[in-house]
Nanobody
Framework: QVQLVESGGGLVQAGGSLRLSCTAS????????MGWFRQAPGKEREFVAG????????YYQDSAKGRFTISRDNAKNTVYLQMNSLKPEDTAVYSC?????????????????WGKGTLVTVSS
């Protein structure tokens, strides 16, 4: 069965950086679009960043542009989210997700598999 496991979350000061990792097992992700989402307490889950199966097309929520970078290493079956200039409003549980159909763009509406998430807390 497909398993997605995130790591790299933690507590940081505003303006700091973190790199999140998502490693898949039970399935090779080399031919699937991937994405990162987050959910803050009392709020609905929202899209943060996506990347095409090839890694050639990354895209971001407006609030993440210029601060976050999504990338992938298919040989390691891993997707990353580099987060710089973190703000308190970035505090959330961050989850990675994979599309169920191969050769996709990693769009927010096409995710079928989800990790359990890793907590990111940004203090003022």
């Amino acid at each position: 069965q497909v398993q997605l496991v995130e790591s790299g979350g933690g507590l940081v000061q505003a303006g700091g950086s973190l790199r999140l990792s998502c490693t898949a097992s039970g399935r090779n992700i080399s031919s699937y679009g991937m994405g990162w989402f987050r959910q803050a307490p009392g709020k609905e889950r929202e899209f943060v960043a996506g990347i095409s199966w090839s890694g050639r097309i990354p895209y971001y929520q407006d609030s993440a542009k210029g601060r976050f970078t999504i990338s992938r290493d298919n040989a390691k079956n891993t997707v990353y989210l580099q987060m710089n200039s973190l703000k308190p409003e970035d505090t959330a549980v961050y989850s990675c997700a994979a599309e169920g159909i191969p050769y996709g763009l990693g769009s927010a509406s096409n995710m079928d598999y989800w990790g359990k998430g890793t907590l990111v807390t940004v203090s003022s």
